[in-house]
């Protein structure tokens, strides 16, 4: 069974950064697309990056672009989030994900992290 760690996140204040981690007990077809979404209280959870382990298929959502950057580490299966310019709207638990293809879909996604806070205060 596929197992994704998440680490990282924490409170930051706005105009911050924070980096979130995403490890993959396997890299392997099953886990080639890896994709990063976020449910605030009360919202549904949304779609905010996704990449596969080529690189070539890299999707940010419109109100991250310019801000978040997905990067990845193959040697260690671990695939990173690096959040700049953080806003208090930004607030949410950030869940990764891994399938077969990295979609901005979460449905396609097989496998699930934990989910991690992350909060921006105003």
């Known amino acids: 069974q596929v197992q994704l760690v998440e680490s990282g996140g924490g409170l930051v204040q706005a105009g911050g950064s924070l980096r979130v ?3 993959a ?3 392997t077809f099953r886990t080639y697309g890896m994709g990063w979404f976020r ?3 009360g919202k549904e959870r949304e779609f905010v990056a996704s ?3 080529s690189g070539d298929s890299t999707n940010y959502a419109e109100s991250v672009k310019g801000r978040f950057t997905i990067s990845r580490d193959g040697a260690k299966n671990t695939m990173h989030l690096q959040m700049n310019s953080l806003k208090p709207e930004d607030t949410a638990v950030y869940y990764c994900a891994s399938g077969r293809a990295a979609t901005i879909v979460d449905s396609v996604y097989d496998y699930w992290g934990q989910g991690i806070q992350v909060t921006v205060s105003s």
């Open 39 to 41: 449910q605030a209280p």
């Open 25 to 27: 007990s396997e890299r």
């Open 51 to 53: 990449d596969n382990w």
């Open 21 to 23: 981690s995403c490890t």
